[in-house]
């Protein structure tokens, strides 16, 4: 592999050659976006078109956005060259770097955008057309058509404006035509092990250079396929789920932008964190979101209390009782029994004419739609529509010519509406959940036979609250909220869902989840041993179930891509008793050194900033994590040793090279470094801190220090 610094020039003339088909690249997708800045949007009319004109406009928009040649970002990352005739049709024949030459093999770069030249050639092939599949997948005993593979490593330097550039600064080839087994064929890529031990920075970065053959697989399964990806820490799920959002709207843009595709998150510092991945893969339009956005954004504000939504933490044994699935049902009963018997004749006048239903008229017709599963507000509507029909039958068979009007009339009809209105109340789901879980005996009638005494004492909000306003609500209060809702009218669903840390929802937060994917498909990635919540699943078909998905793939990926062998071997300790049977990763790199222990005599401050100290040598990004009821102290004693460590979420990932981050909220994030003060403390903080542990020993890239003065947890010494 030839390597040179970013800011030299290259004395390779292979190397230069190289520089210069990726600027040649560039201008070339330059030109594409000024074609279509110049395109002539307004067609005819300017009024009468202007729809059409409208989703032109988006369409441009969409176009150019996915135009944009991103400075940080390298254009291509590798070149495949395909035996003669693979890719190009004899027509394309007739020079230039990336068509076809002669006898020559088909030469194409593999990059994030497509980019052509003036005649419509392709110079660089998207990754995710299915021709580029052989990038991630050729290998010398299935070389699908490939002779060489090469692969580029880039380097960064500050461009004009200040902002990083991306230089090209390497490349290496494979030879796929050696064929199996030669000792060549088993040597890595260097380019792919200095990707994976670079030192990280700020947010996380995509991948789609060093995709590797397993996660691959699972980032090109088709739109109707959910997945479901069991992964140990640093295994690349999060990575996958990403680039399989990209790689979906890539082969089914037209569905899915009609409707729509989500990524949810387990908080709000994890998304900042990947935040940056799919914009820098061309993709503008993904709703990124956590579990609580997404339950609160259909609450209505008027009745949203001052302090925001969620004003209580359940304790773990109520939180499993609220998170479990059986409260679907006692919600269910709970709204169908706001249906009544009826007991009064409706009178519609109609001129000289009155028009009588009597309540054994009714009483079928509420009964066949109360059975027929219809949603509760739908119901209203049809009753009235077949109390309408009813009336009209009455009418037509003494003779009167009815027609929609007469339909509509006395549907609307204020006698109708009043019957309609008292059978079939209206209910507001805040309301619904409100009155079912401050009413004890209301309470006791929908859960017969499902929940305990005591367990429905669990389920009982604090106080007396008046309204939804005044009410404490908790996060397992709002999914019940939403199952309500839900009950009430069917929400529209999503084209796909990516639904990361998914192994720490509530059966009640998965059904949420679930109706969100409706009837489109869902990428579940998660890790059982590293489920901190209550209700977190012991298995993944129970989960899948409860999204709705019960004939989900399971997938495992066990390659483990950020911790090294070290950490991961300690950490992995925890395992036999947080989660018996599953196997730590296979750490991809072994590094000497990568784990401190420091055991401090009495305070642990001067050990714990000697550790941020000797962790800030390093190039990249640390993280000093510990219980969250600690780290306010330890910070502001660290401050008094001279080491500020801001807090995340007051502070970005790539603002400041050391932040603080809550135990809590270590999931999901990856630091080079990571300092983790008093293990014991934070497995005794909460009901599964054993789990959060391993959450947090798993965080680091190059090396994690664990500073204490309270014995060890018994399983890591
Ligand atoms: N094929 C790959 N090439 C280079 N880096 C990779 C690859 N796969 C994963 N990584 C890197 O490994 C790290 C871990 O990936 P990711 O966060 O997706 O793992 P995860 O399985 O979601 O981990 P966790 O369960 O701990 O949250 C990231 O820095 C990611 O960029």
């Given at each position: 592999?030839?390597?040179?610094?970013?800011?030299?020039?290259?004395?390779?003339p292979?190397?230069?050659?190289e520089?210069?088909?990726?600027?040649?690249?560039?201008?070339?997708?330059?030109?594409?976006?000024?074609?279509?800045?110049?395109?002539?949007?307004?067609?005819?009319?300017?009024?009468?078109?202007?729809?059409?004109?409208?989703?032109?406009?988006?369409?441009?928009?969409?176009?150019?956005?996915?135009?944009?040649?991103?400075?940080?970002?390298?254009?291509?990352?590798?070149?495949?060259?395909?035996?003669n005739?693979?890719?190009?049709?004899?027509?394309?024949?007739?020079?230039?770097?990336?068509?076809?030459?002669?006898?020559?093999?088909?030469?194409?770069?593999?990059?994030?955008?497509?980019?052509?030249?003036?005649?419509?050639?392709?110079?660089?092939?998207?990754?995710?057309?299915?021709?580029?599949?052989?990038?991630?997948?050729?290998?010398?005993?299935?070389?699908?058509?490939?002779?060489?593979?090469?692969?580029?490593?880039?380097?960064?330097?500050?461009?004009?404006?200040?902002?990083?550039?991306?230089?090209?600064?390497?490349?290496?080839?494979?030879?796929?035509?050696?064929?199996?087994?030669?000792?060549?064929?088993?040597?890595?890529?260097?380019?792919?092990?200095a990707?994976?031990?670079?030192?990280?920075?700020?947010?996380?970065?995509?991948?789609?250079?060093?995709?590797?053959?397993?996660?691959?697989?699972?980032?090109?399964?088709?739109?109707?396929?959910?997945?479901?990806?069991?992964?140990?820490?640093?295994?690349?799920?999060?990575?996958?789920?990403?680039?399989?959002?990209a790689?979906?709207?890539?082969?089914?843009?037209?569905?899915?932008?009609?409707?729509?595709?989500a990524?949810?998150g387990?908080?709000?510092?994890?998304?900042?964190?990947?935040?940056?991945?799919?914009?820098?893969?061309?993709?503008?339009?993904?709703?990124?979101?956590?579990?609580?956005e997404?339950?609160?954004?259909d609450?209505?504000?008027?009745?949203?209390?001052?302090?925001?939504?969620?004003?209580?933490?359940?304790?773990?044994?109520a939180?499993?009782?609220?998170?479990?699935a059986?409260?679907?049902?006692?919600?269910?009963?709970?709204?169908?029994?706001?249906?009544?018997?009826?007991?009064?004749?409706?009178?519609?006048?109609?001129?000289?004419?009155?028009?009588?239903?009597?309540?054994?008229?009714?009483?079928?017709?509420?009964?066949?739609?109360?059975?027929?599963?219809?949603?509760?507000?739908?119901?209203?509507?049809?009753?009235?529509?077949?109390?309408?029909?009813?009336?009209?039958?009455?009418?037509?068979?003494?003779?009167?010519?009815?027609?929609?009007?007469?339909?509509?009339?006395?549907?609307?009809?204020?006698?109708?509406?009043?019957?309609?209105?008292?059978?079939?109340?209206?209910?507001?789901?805040?309301?619904?959940?409100?009155?079912?879980?401050?009413?004890?005996?209301?309470?006791a009638?929908?859960?017969?036979?499902?929940?305990?005494?005591?367990?429905?004492?669990?389920?009982?909000?604090?106080?007396?609250?008046?309204?939804?306003?005044?009410?404490?609500?908790?996060?397992?209060?709002?999914?019940?909220?939403?199952?309500?809702?839900?009950?009430?009218?069917?929400?529209?669903?999503?084209?796909?869902?990516?639904?990361?840390?998914?192994?720490?929802?509530?059966?009640?937060?998965?059904?949420?989840?679930?109706?969100?994917?409706?009837?489109?498909?869902?990428?579940?990635?998660?890790d059982?041993?590293?489920?901190?919540?209550?209700?977190?699943?012991?298995?993944?078909?129970?989960?899948?179930?409860?999204?709705?998905?019960?004939?989900?793939?399971?997938?495992?990926?066990?390659?483990?891509?950020?911790?090294?062998?070290?950490?991961?071997?300690?950490?992995?300790?925890?395992?036999?008793?947080?989660?018996?049977?599953?196997?730590?990763?296979?750490?991809?790199?072994?590094?000497?050194?990568?784990?401190?222990?420091?055991?401090?005599?009495?305070?642990?401050?001067?050990?714990?900033?000697?550790?941020?100290?000797?962790?800030?040598?390093?190039?990249?990004?640390?993280?000093?994590?510990?219980?969250?009821?600690?780290?306010?102290?330890?910070?502001?004693?660290?401050?008094a040793?001279?080491?500020?460590?801001?807090?995340?979420?007051?502070?970005?990932?790539?603002?400041?090279?050391?932040?603080?981050v809550?135990?809590?909220?270590?999931?999901?994030?990856?630091?080079?470094a990571?300092?983790?003060?008093?293990?014991?403390?934070?497995v005794?903080?909460?009901?599964?801190?054993?789990?959060?542990?391993?959450?947090?020993?798993?965080?680091?890239?190059?090396?994690?220090?664990?500073?204490?003065?309270?014995?060890?947890?018994?399983?890591?010494?």
């Open positions: 592999m030839t390597t040179i610094d970013p800011t030299t020039p290259p004395a390779d292979e190397l230069l050659a520089r210069e088909a990726l600027r040649a690249a560039r201008t070339a997708l330059r030109r594409m976006r000024e074609e279509v800045e110049a395109t002539e949007l307004l067609f005819g009319d300017a009024a009468q078109d202007k729809v059409s004109n409208a989703a032109l406009h988006r369409g441009r928009e969409r176009r150019l956005a996915a135009l944009v040649d991103i400075p940080g970002a390298p254009l291509y990352f590798g070149r495949l060259d395909f035996d005739g693979t890719v190009f049709l004899e027509d394309d024949a007739g020079g230039g770097e990336h068509s076809r030459a002669d006898e020559g093999p088909d030469r194409v770069s593999i990059g994030r955008r497509h980019v052509h030249d003036g005649r419509g050639k392709p110079m660089v092939l998207d990754w995710r057309a299915p021709i580029s599949v052989a990038y991630y997948q050729a290998s010398p005993s299935d070389r699908m058509k490939v002779q060489v593979r090469r692969r580029y490593g880039f380097g960064t330097v500050a461009g004009p404006d200040g902002e990083p550039e991306s230089v090209l600064t390497a490349f290496e080839d494979e030879d796929l035509m050696i064929g199996e087994g030669s000792p060549e064929a088993s040597q890595g890529s260097e380019l792919l092990n990707e994976i031990e670079r030192p990280r920075t700020g947010p996380m970065r995509d991948i789609v250079a060093t995709i590797q053959p397993e996660q691959d697989a699972l980032v090109r399964a088709p739109l109707e396929t959910t997945l479901c990806v069991q992964g140990a820490p640093g295994t690349g799920k999060t990575a996958v789920g990403l680039h399989r959002i790689f979906l709207l890539y082969s089914e843009r037209e569905r899915l932008s009609r409707s729509g595709v990524i949810v387990p908080n709000r510092s994890f998304l900042s964190y990947i935040q940056d991945v799919l914009p820098a893969l061309g993709e503008v339009d993904v709703h990124q979101t956590t579990v609580h997404l339950l609160t954004r609450l209505p504000e008027r009745m949203r209390p001052a302090q925001g939504w969620v004003r209580r933490v359940e304790s773990p044994e939180a499993r009782t609220k998170g479990s059986v409260l679907a049902e006692v919600l269910r009963r709970d709204l169908w029994a706001h249906l009544r018997t009826p007991e009064e004749t409706v009178m519609v006048r109609r001129g000289s004419r009155r028009w009588r239903l009597y309540p054994e008229d009714v009483r079928p017709l509420l009964e066949e739609l109360a059975e027929r599963g219809v949603a509760y507000g739908a119901g209203r509507e049809l009753l009235s529509h077949r109390m309408a029909h009813a009336i009209l039958s009455l009418m037509e068979a003494e003779g009167e010519v009815c027609d929609d009007r007469t339909h509509t009339q006395v549907r609307r009809d204020p006698a109708v509406r009043a019957a309609v209105t008292a059978l079939w109340p209206k209910v507001e789901p805040l309301k619904l959940v409100l009155g079912l879980l401050t009413d004890p005996e209301r309470l009638r929908a859960a017969e036979g499902l929940l305990t005494p005591e367990e429905q004492t669990s389920l009982l909000l604090p106080g007396r609250p008046r309204g939804p306003k005044s009410a404490k609500w908790s996060e397992e209060d709002l999914a019940l909220v939403d199952e309500a809702a839900a009950l009430i009218e069917r929400p529209s669903g999503l084209g796909h869902v990516v639904l990361d840390e998914a192994q720490d929802l509530s059966p009640m937060q998965c059904r949420a989840v679930g109706r969100r994917a409706g009837s489109g498909s869902l990428t579940v990635l998660g059982i041993a590293q489920g901190t919540s209550p209700s977190a699943a012991r298995n993944w078909s129970t989960l899948l179930e409860h999204l709705g998905k019960p004939t989900g793939h399971l997938h495992v990926l066990d390659r483990g891509y950020r911790v090294p062998a070290q950490i991961i071997d300690f950490a992995a300790r925890l395992l036999p008793t947080i989660a018996p049977g599953l196997g730590a990763p296979v750490a991809v790199r072994r590094s000497p050194g990568a784990l401190q222990l420091v055991s401090a005599a009495e305070e642990i401050a001067p050990a714990l900033a000697e550790a941020c100290r000797a962790a800030l040598k390093g190039e990249g990004s640390v993280g000093l994590i510990a219980a969250d009821h600690q780290l306010p102290g330890l910070r502001t004693a660290l401050a040793e001279g080491v500020d460590a801001p807090l995340l979420g007051e502070t970005g990932m790539d603002s400041a090279r050391l932040v603080a809550p135990a809590s909220l270590a999931k999901g994030l990856e630091f080079d990571v300092v983790v003060a008093e293990p014991a403390a934070i005794e903080a909460e009901e599964r801190g054993s789990n959060r542990l391993y959450v947090v020993l798993t965080r680091a890239v190059s090396s994690l220090h664990v500073v204490h003065t309270r014995p060890l947890p018994q399983e890591l010494t």
